[in-house]
């Protein structure tokens, strides 16, 4: 009886500690699941997948956002985990396929518009997290691709295997010997995940970027992306940003608002609201270690774009002076009065705490690159970070084309160099674009 009661009650106890290493067993798993998840999402965040790949924002990764090509529109495609027009059914090695050498298991080639010759650059470390992600921690959304705008033979993709094999260079970041884990960990973000140069490097004939990186020429050296200009940001300090500091240079990516040098509209301003200020302290730095190092690319320029203007006195004379009085010299200087003084300041010297930023001082006006600049008068400037929620209000049903390339040269005079030479009709491209 006794042995028997021991023998039951030993059974007994092993199946319950047999039963229990295999709860933590399983426990053990799905917490390593569930962090490579979260490393995932942190990995997507630095890669900003959402840019392109979501365009209502209810239905985050479900693709449908249009990008020109020469020959028309393509569009970006659902990358949620839906097994019928998700990616629900790639393999890990499918989707490292897909972005090492953007190579799909059912399309076949992607356009580079799809940013694989970056990401080629991650790691697979950090490939297998964003996997996890994908599968395991975004909504499957059922959503069928759009055809491109174009057709046959255009639609055809096997030229773009010679594209690979003429530019792509294929494989993970390597570390630089003689550089410190920050510099290379910034390095990697620039060139891999943030792909900073999709938009900042000059493209050539076949819309490959000039370089990938710093060894290559004209890296970073400034590139027109839909109707903005993503500014030269080499270190050259006349026409990059080798006068902004570090520090500097983390608040832009982590807030989109440096007094006295510039603030992020645009794409940009995107991409620090989805991407860059959900970044570490740590990750930002780096990326501004590496930054403060790429090579100089100079363009002529012989002060940098922050550095112009001061602060204008227009306004104690028109104050006193009746509209009817205006001489048509006077119209922009009128217009910047009645629609951005109340924000701006009348001398344009922005608010004490640098909320509402100055008009001298600032780089969108301080270059002949107009466009910048008319764009944030059409269509306000909105930006919601971690830490700051930004908006200036759209002037397009305000201002006419007269209004605005009126107030543009106005502003260059007053606070920038001089020489935007706006007229009606590029303010009313821009308008209709
Ligand atoms: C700059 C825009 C852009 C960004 C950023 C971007 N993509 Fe794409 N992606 C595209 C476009 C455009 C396509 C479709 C290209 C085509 O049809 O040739 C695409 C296609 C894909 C496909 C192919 C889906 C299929 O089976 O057809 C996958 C997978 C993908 N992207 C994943 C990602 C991931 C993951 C990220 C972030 C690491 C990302 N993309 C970031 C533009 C982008
Ligand atoms: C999706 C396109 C895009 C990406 C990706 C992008 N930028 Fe930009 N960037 C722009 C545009 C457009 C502007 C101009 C913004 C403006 O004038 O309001 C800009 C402006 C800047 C400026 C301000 C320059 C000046 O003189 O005012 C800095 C600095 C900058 N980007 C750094 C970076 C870095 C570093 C990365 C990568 C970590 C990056 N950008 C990625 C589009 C982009
Ligand atoms: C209601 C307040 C308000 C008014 C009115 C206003 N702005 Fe702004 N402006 C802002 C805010 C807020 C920002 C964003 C600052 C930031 O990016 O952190 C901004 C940003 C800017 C920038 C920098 C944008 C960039 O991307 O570099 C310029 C240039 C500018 N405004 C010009 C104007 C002009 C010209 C007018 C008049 C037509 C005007 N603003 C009217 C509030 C205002």
Redesign the pocket.
């Known amino acids: 009886m006794a042995s028997n009661f021991w023998r039951v009650s030993l059974g007994v106890g092993a199946m319950a500690a047999l039963w229990m290493s295999g709860v933590a067993a399983a426990e053990d798993a799905s917490t390593r699941q569930a962090e490579l998840v979260k490393r995932g999402e942190y990995v997507a965040r630095t890669a900003d997948c959402v840019a392109c790949h979501t365009t209502d924002h209810d239905k985050p990764f479900a693709g449908g956002l249009p990008m020109g090509l020469p020959m028309g529109n393509i569009y970006s495609t659902n990358i949620t985990p839906d097994k019928d027009t998700g990616i629900g059914s790639y393999t890990l090695e499918e989707f490292k396929r897909v972005l090492r050498e953007g190579v799909t298991p059912d399309r076949g080639n992607l356009y580079p518009a799809m940013p694989y010759p970056s990401y080629t650059k991650m790691t697979d470390d950090e490939i297998e997290a964003l996997y996890a992600y994908f599968m395991h921690g975004v909504q499957p959304i059922h959503q069928e691709n759009k055809a491109p705008d174009f057709y046959w033979p255009l639609t055809i993709r096997w030229p773009l295997k010679i594209w690979n094999w003429m530019f792509l260079d294929e494989g993970a970041y390597q570390p630089k010997a003689g550089q410190s884990d920050e510099w290379n960990r910034g390095a990697y973000l620039v060139q891999g995940p943030a792909h900073c140069g999709t938009c900042h490097t000059p493209r050539g004939l076949a819309m490959q970027e000039r370089a990938y990186d710093e060894t290559g020429d004209e890296y970073l050296a400034g590139a027109d992306i839909a109707s903005w200009h993503a500014f030269n940001i080499t270190s050259d300090i006349n026409s990059g940003i080798g006068g902004w500091s570090a520090d500097e240079l983390v608040q832009y990516l982590k807030d ?2 440096v007094r006295g040098k ?4 645009g794409q940009m301003g995107e991409a620090v609201e989805h991407s860059f200020s959900h970044m570490t302290d740590a990750d930002l730095h780096a990326i501004a270690v590496y930054m403060k190092t790429v090579p100089a690319v100079n363009d002529g320029d012989t002060r940098p774009r922050y550095s112009y203007g001061a602060p204008g006195d227009d306004f104690l004379r028109l104050r006193a002076q009746p509209v009817a009085q205006d001489a048509a010299s006077d119209r922009g200087a009128r217009v ?1 009065l009645e ?2 003084a ?3 300041g009348p001398s344009g010297q922005g608010s004490p705490d640098g ?3 100055s ?1 001298f001082h ?1 780089s ?2 301080g270059t002949d690159y107009h466009n ?2 008319i764009n ?2 059409l269509d306000g ?1 909105k ?1 919601k970070t971690p830490g700051n929620d ?4 759209a ?1 397009r049903d305000e201002l006419s084309d007269e209004d605005i390339a009126a ?1 543009a040269n106005y ?1 260059s005079q007053q606070f920038g160099r001089g020489d935007m030479n706006v007229t009606p009709k590029s303010v009313k491209a821009l308008r209709n674009d």
């Open positions: 989109g608002n510039g603030q992020a509209g910047y629609n951005c109340a924000c701006h909320y509402y930023p008009m600032n969108v006006i910048n600049l944030v008068v400037v930006r930004v908006l200036m209000p002037f107030l502003l």
